[in-house]
């Protein structure tokens, strides 16, 4: 088949959501939801609990029937690939497997399945690390590893598309950082990988593009730069001294805005770090801390979602 | 081709399928014993001993209806035990939380669907060949040695060699399709044993009470509309008064395996898998 020698970067593994909706008994769990995600990046699709995220990763794989609208991958519905496992990847949650079967048979189950070598289960697990418990049963795996093994699963048929509900949760800071390099490694393959996630902070160290939603409604879809831009948030120069009367007097005569936080601090914007140390100088005033501060997505998503929360 | 290699294999990964297999060879045995004797009494001329109706004994002095009945011995238990196995293999999806694995690598749910149905024939044969090859043995050896003679000749044996396979292939579709109907395991695996063990007994009381009260035997012969009674009719050669002919019991088993397979299949592409 020619399938076998096909590259991931060929073929085009953007995803369209398009007009999606899922109405369930009393909750409108996804509205109208409509983005794009482009192959070769990292996409983070965040949003509070409850906002929709997973209902709309299982619209996105013919798990759960849509009310209204579509969603494509590389122009098909996923309903319509032919080995939708040599196209499309997914982990979507940790406990997937039966409980008495070892991590090496759940993967040649899944490679059967998809009438995929029964070498490739070896060659997965290799690849996440998981050789040695390769026959233990599955009961037996800690968190982190059901999520590798969850990932070696998606991994079997080399797709060119991966798509990850929450697959940073219940990792440690050493599996964290490791799921980190590896999608970011298949995004620079030219992979499209689409990741759902709530730990904003790693977000802004994982993605490329962000889709937000609340209430399972669009709220802001971009380069994580752009949307965190978009922002009424300014990078502010945090600054603690003693003297801070005599600093804030002076650092307003330059038309910088000084706030003062709970603790005491300086909050300087308008200026930057370097105009706040001469200025420093100048009162001769005794400096304890002089950090800028970035906004960050935690406070842009905060700031987005608020008065959207989860509970619907 | 694959989906039914894949199925297989899930069975052949988890403890399962062992136990019922223990289970069923441990009926085969029980049953054997039993039936060895019944078989013995009854063709001995000790009928009466048994307590039946004069014409049921008669029916009952039957060599190759006895033969056939010995030849099947475990089937009551066996099929329970492959019933389950048909039950296990749609419950632990959900159970387990694998449904979702298993709707990825195959969207197409029907095919999953059928390539299950497949595969619980496949295992309600092998169920059959290992419980026959045993009946078969010790039956043709206790036949001979009491001068019986093995009956093995005889087409009505041959027949109920036979039916057991189809009885044991039709229950595993069963088992699926109650799968499907009730995807709580626990809930699928309970409601289909008690409705086997024990609403087959009830049901039975319920037509001897309603025959006896209208007074009439031929209302016992719908007791066949029950699966459990449907494949032991199926089965049985022995020309009783008290039951239809075998070929209404395989009708009946058929249907219920084409409605609950149709059901199951129509409900499962439906379904939001969450």
Redesign the interface.
Known sequence: MSDGQRSPTTGSGQIVVSGLTKQYKNVRAVNDLSFTVEPGRVTGFLGPNGAGKTTTLRMLLNLVTPTAGSATIGGRRYADLTDPLRHVGAVLEASSAHKGRTGINHLRVIAAAAGLPKTRADEVLAMVGLTPAAKRKFKGYSLGMKQRLGIAAAMLGDPRVLVLDEPANGLDPEGIRWMRGFLKALATEGRTVLVSSHLLSEMQLLADDVVIIAAGQLIRQGPVDQVIGSMAQTTRVRVRTPQATELAKALREQSAVVEVDPHGALLVAGVDAATVGRAALAVQAELHELTTERPDLEGVFLELTAGKAGIR | M??V??EL??IR???AWLWMALGALLAVALAFVTNAWLAHTTLTGDADMLGLPPEEAAAQQDVVGQAANLYTSGQYFGLLFVMLIGVLMVT?EFF???A?????????RTSVIFSKLVAASLIGFVFWLVTSVINLVAGALFMSINDFGTQLGEWEVQRAFLFNLLAYALWTILGIGVGTLITNQIGAVVTSAVVYLIGTQVASLFFFLLSSWLDSEAVLKWQVVLPSVASSVMVNSIESPMLPAWWVGALVLVGYAVVTGTIGILITR?R???
Do not use: E, V
């Open positions: 694959n989906l290699r894949s294999l899930k990964t988890t403890a632990n387990h939380q694998t979702t694995t298993t709707f990825l690598s195959t969207p197409k439906r939001d898998i969450s």
